[in-house]
């Protein structure tokens, strides 16, 4: 697979900015995550486990209280270690390291859970040879990912007004299909769950895209700042999605479980 352009310290610099916001509009976010929680294996007794691209820690903490176990937190963005650690657990250890190149032993770990991080890698291939290679055999890794559609009508949008590509470009379901197949693990299953969020109008959801640090951060975006008219264009291209809820923005989540 290819590996696109994603800036990492562009990503880290802009969650470690949202740090502070992110669980105030994080609802979606919880609900992903904890679906992926309940989808973890009932008999699951893991003794060691990491929660990859942990941000402000939430399913650092669901998963210390789920298995009463130490877990180790790990983001690229210290912003949001840092506002973590504030948070607890007391137990668990916080890093700062990127999915790709992970600062753990081979053979070390019997859990990787990570909700809506990976998306965030430019090689999703290289991120899941590492979980690999860290994972014990048998052990487990849990993680969901954002697929192409999400955010379908902010991209539809832009579109009409520039052409330009303005939102995070997700990978093709078939795509993740084939890095899941060519990672090497003995047996993994995927599940796609849709989830459509309502916004009065374009400004709420583009700030809370903002407050979650979910910028466009891919290489390649226009710069310079969106000016009035554009802005206007844009309300009006969106509008063109509403619904009697309000304007919809689209998430297309893959949930993922792999065994080693
Ligand atoms: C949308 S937040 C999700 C945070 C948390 N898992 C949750 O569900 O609330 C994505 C997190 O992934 C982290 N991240 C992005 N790229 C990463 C990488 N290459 N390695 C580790 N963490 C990364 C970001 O810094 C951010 O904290």
Excluded at 83 to 102: N, Q, S, V
Excluded at 170 to 189: D, K, S, T, Y
């Amino acid at each position: 697979m290819n590996a696109v352009a994603i800036d990492k310290r562009a990503v880290a610099a802009s969650f470690s900015r949202a740090a502070s916001t992110y669980d105030q509009v994080a609802e979606l976010q919880r609900q992903v995550g904890s679906n992926l929680l309940a989808r973890l294996p009932d008999d699951l007794q893991p003794h060691s486990l990491v929660d990859l691209g942990c941000g402000t820690g939430y399913f650092t903490r669901a998963l210390n209280a789920r298995f009463e176990r130490p877990v180790l937190g790990l983001d690229i963005a210290e912003g949001m270690l840092c506002f973590a650690r504030t948070k607890g657990p007391e137990h668990a250890a916080w890093i700062a390291a990127d999915a790709e190149a992970l600062p753990l032993r081979g053979d070390s770990q019997h859990l990787l859970f990570s909700s809506l991080a990976l998306q965030w890698c430019p090689d999703l291939g290289r991120a899941l040879s590492e979980a690999r290679r860290v994972l014990l055999p048998g052990g487990c890794m849990a993680f969901n990912t954002l697929v192409e559609g999400t955010l379908g009508e902010l991209r539809g949008a832009w579109e009409q007004v520039d052409g330009y590509v303005h939102v995070n470009r997700f990978m093709p379901l078939a795509q993740l299909q084939v890095v899941l197949a060519e990672a090497g693990f003995a047996r993994w299953h995927c599940e796609v769950e849709t989830h459509v969020l309502h916004y009065p109008q374009l400004s709420a959801l583009t700030h809370e895209l903002k407050a979650l640090g979910a910028h466009n951060l891919n290489a390649g975006r226009p710069g310079g700042l969106t000016g009035r008219a554009r802005l206007r264009a844009l309300t009006a291209a969106y509008e063109t999605y509403r619904q009697v809820a309000g304007l919809p923005a689209t998430y297309q989540v893959a949930q993922i479980i792999l065994y080693k």
